[in-house]
């Protein structure tokens, strides 16, 4: 559930202040959320009546407030997040400008010919490879935000969803190199069953995080 994915990251990932964006939410949810996140340090909960691409504009303008080092990651809501993903994280921003913790199942996939071109490296803890984009999950210093926002912001002009494939295959071009990093094996992962990272037992992970 949502609940779960929501849980699993307070406890899997370490955060020194964290908004929360509410959008069409019943009251019954806002109301559970309220009542987990109570006494968090640094938290802020923005409950609004928009769209999808308009709350990435909000949690956007919310990044950018930040100092420029500070590192941000937006988090969608039906995600689950393994031990150590914060540690891993950090890792990846050592060696690229976004990382995303999801190693996302189609680029193995037709789409990509069963093997997308990319280069791979290495970091303390795990190997890592570069891709042409990832859903809106993602990681990134508010100094890279402040650099890439016109080119963020184009690929949400009139649009009531983010898109997030346009989004890094401008950046992509835009640098002439792929810009995100992520993690093999994944330290993240959609909740979809169709979407879901290999080579981790994800139900395990969500039952782990939650004892």
């Not at 050592?94 to 069963?114: F, Q």
């Not at 997030?164 to 993690?183: C, G, I, R």
Request: charged share 20%; aromatic share 12%.
């Amino acid at each position: 559930t949502l609940q779960n994915c929501f849980l699993n990251f307070l406890n899997n990932v370490d955060f020194k202040s964290i908004d929360i964006i509410m959008d069409n939410v019943t009251d019954e949810t806002a109301d559970w959320v309220n009542s987990i996140i109570h006494g968090a340090p640094q938290a802020q909960i923005y409950r609004t009546s928009s769209n999808n691409a308009e709350s990435f504009k909000l949690a956007l303008d919310l990044a950018l407030e930040h100092s420029e080092n500070e590192i941000i990651y937006f988090v969608e809501d039906d995600y689950i997040h393994a031990h150590n993903s914060t540690a891993i994280l950090l890792e990846g921003l050592e060696i690229s400008n976004y990382v995303s913790l999801y190693d996302h199942p189609d680029k193995y996939g037709s789409i990509y010919n069963y093997a997308e071109d990319t280069i791979t490296y290495v970091s303390k803890s795990v190997h890592w490879r570069r891709t042409i984009s990832t859903p809106m999950t993602f990681a990134c210093h508010v100094k890279t935000l402040v650099r890439d926002k016109e080119i963020i912001l184009e690929s949400l002009k009139n649009r009531t969803m983010t898109w997030s494939s346009k989004m890094f295959k401008d950046l992509a071009a835009h640098y002439n190199e792929k810009q995100v990093m992520t993690p093999m094996p994944s330290y993240a992962t959609h909740g979809m069953t169709m979407w879901v990272a290999p080579l981790r037992d994800w139900e395990q992970v969500m039952w782990e995080s939650l004892k």
